[in-house]
């Protein structure tokens, strides 16, 4: 996702490790380098720097110019403007919303094996972040927050989504989806809804 973030670097191991800092090195992000021979020394163990991430692919490149042995862990951070957001691959994975001061609480959405190609970043955010959406369709009946969900490359297969419900149904069950070209709301066609209502989130 491109914008703002952070690369944090940790020179070597944990404080007593046998891992062995390392002298000097060469850290580049997209071609620029962040992190050089100055910045290094047996001293110093950890580094950090604001960086600049591209829309899709970044490429990380590092260069140990000291002797063998010597180690670097190097994380990038990125906020992002949502209630949850993960980074899942072709292994899949499972977000879940577990703060229960969350209108999203309960939420998980579990992407299956080989979902999709490559590593994608999920978000999921609730309807106080986009006050300007059009009103909902039988606003009165909606039992459940409106929720945003992005990922940033398509899904191979479906991925189960599982929402909160403040209320027990009391008849058949629609999904509904927002056009963002025409600013309507549309009915989902054929999802596959099951319901396991217990008096709090299902």
Known sequence: MNGQAKIKLTNGGAE???IESVSSSEVCLNGTVIFDAPNFNQNVTALEKSVALNEGDNTLTV?????????????IIQEVDADAAAVIGPD???????DNSSQLFGTTIHVPTNSVNEN??????SLPHFTDLPLFPNYNDNISPIVEFNSSTPFNEPVNICLPINKEPSG?????VLDEISSEWSLLNNPVITTDYTGGND
């Open 16 to 18: 007593g490790s046998d």
């Open 63 to 75: 260069l140990l110019k000291s002797k063998p042995g010597g180690q670097i862990s190097i994380e």
């Open 92 to 98: 899949g994975g499972t977000i879940e919303i577990t």
């Open 120 to 125: 994608t970043i999920f978000t999921t955010t």
């Open 172 to 176: 058949e069950l629609h999904l509904y």
